[in-house]
């Protein structure tokens, strides 16, 4: 069944030991990996960029902080950033100041959420270590909406807390450690670009802008 499908985003959410858990993700995706992948972590709101420096220290592919209303591309590595609730639209991302979800902005379920509800089927969820049970609920999201779901294996986390809150609520999920999340990814059709495809990254045809909706909706 999983081949039948062509995942258009993968969203991961990640808190308490977040940066080491996405360094050794991003290190292990091939160079040429062409789904577009969102990273929400945890952070102080007066954070800076370096979380996007550190990544990018890991990996060939392109690592950006998103912008309000930029294009969604293929082969980039986007961070949400900090001190804003990160939303999709099919090609585009968007910024919202509505009040934290769960005393978080960003919110893992506020992203999850709208990636399922605006690519559905095409949507591949991540949960990472973390100290609450934040993505749970946007992982259930994704699942219902029909896309793929994966959990890092609690007993390898920093912290366990996040991802055992979202195998309660996803006992369907694929519970993995990260080398074995990262290769399942790589390994999914249509991951790859094809050879004509690796000079630039391509932008995504359909970026429909609509109403940003409430962060708590």
Same mark, same amino acid.
């Given at each position: 069944?999983?081949?039948?499908?062509? !995942?258009? @985003?993968?969203?991961?959410? $990640?808190?308490?030991?977040?940066?080491?858990?996405?360094?050794?993700?991003?290190?292990?995706?091939? /160079?040429?990996?062409?789904?577009?992948?969102?990273?929400? &972590? =945890?952070?102080?709101?007066?954070?800076? =960029?370096?979380?996007?420096?550190?990544? &990018?220290?890991?990996?060939?592919?392109? #690592?950006?902080?998103?912008?309000?209303? +930029? %294009?969604?591309?293929?082969?980039?590595? !986007?961070?949400?950033?900090?001190? !804003?609730?990160?939303?999709?639209?099919?090609?585009?991302?968007?910024?919202?100041?509505?009040? %934290?979800?769960?005393?978080?902005?960003?919110?893992?379920? #506020?992203?999850?959420?709208?990636? +399922?509800?605006?690519?559905?089927?095409? $949507?591949?969820?991540?949960?990472?270590?973390?100290?609450?049970?934040?993505?749970?609920?946007?992982?259930?999201?994704?699942?219902?909406?029909?896309?793929?779901?994966?959990?890092?294996?609690?007993?390898?986390?920093?912290?366990? /807390?996040?991802?055992?809150?979202?195998?309660?609520?996803?006992?369907?999920?694929?519970?993995?450690?990260?080398?074995? @999340?990262?290769?399942?990814?790589?390994?999914?059709?249509? +991951?790859?670009?094809?050879?004509?495809?690796?000079?630039?990254?391509?932008?995504?045809?359909?970026?429909? =802008?609509? &109403?940003?909706?409430?962060?708590?909706?």
């Amino acid at each position: 069944m999983t081949a039948a499908v062509a !995942y258009e @985003i993968v969203v991961v959410g $990640t808190s308490w030991g977040g940066l080491n858990a996405l360094r050794e993700l991003v290190s292990r995706l091939p /160079a040429d990996f062409a789904v577009p992948v969102v990273l929400i &972590q =945890h952070r102080h709101r007066q954070s800076d =960029h370096l979380l996007s420096t550190l990544l &990018q220290e890991r990996t060939p592919l392109c #690592v950006t902080e998103v912008e309000d209303k +930029a %294009p969604i591309e293929r082969g980039v590595l !986007y961070i949400a950033p900090a001190d !804003y609730h990160l939303l999709l639209d099919r090609g585009v991302f968007a910024l919202s100041t509505e009040a %934290p979800v769960r005393y978080s902005r960003p919110s893992i379920d #506020v992203t999850f959420y709208s990636a +399922a509800d605006a690519y559905g089927a095409g $949507t591949i969820g991540v949960v990472l270590t973390g100290a609450n049970s934040d993505g749970s609920r946007g992982l259930r999201r994704i699942h219902d909406r029909g896309g793929l779901t994966f959990v890092q294996e609690p007993s390898t986390a920093e912290s366990a /807390a996040m991802p055992a809150a979202a195998i309660r609520c996803v006992p369907g999920a694929r519970v993995l450690a990260l080398p074995a @999340i990262a290769a399942a990814l790589a390994a999914l059709p249509g +991951a790859t670009m094809p050879p004509a495809s690796k000079a630039r990254p391509l932008r995504s045809a359909d970026a429909l =802008h609509r &109403q940003v909706p409430p962060a708590n909706a």
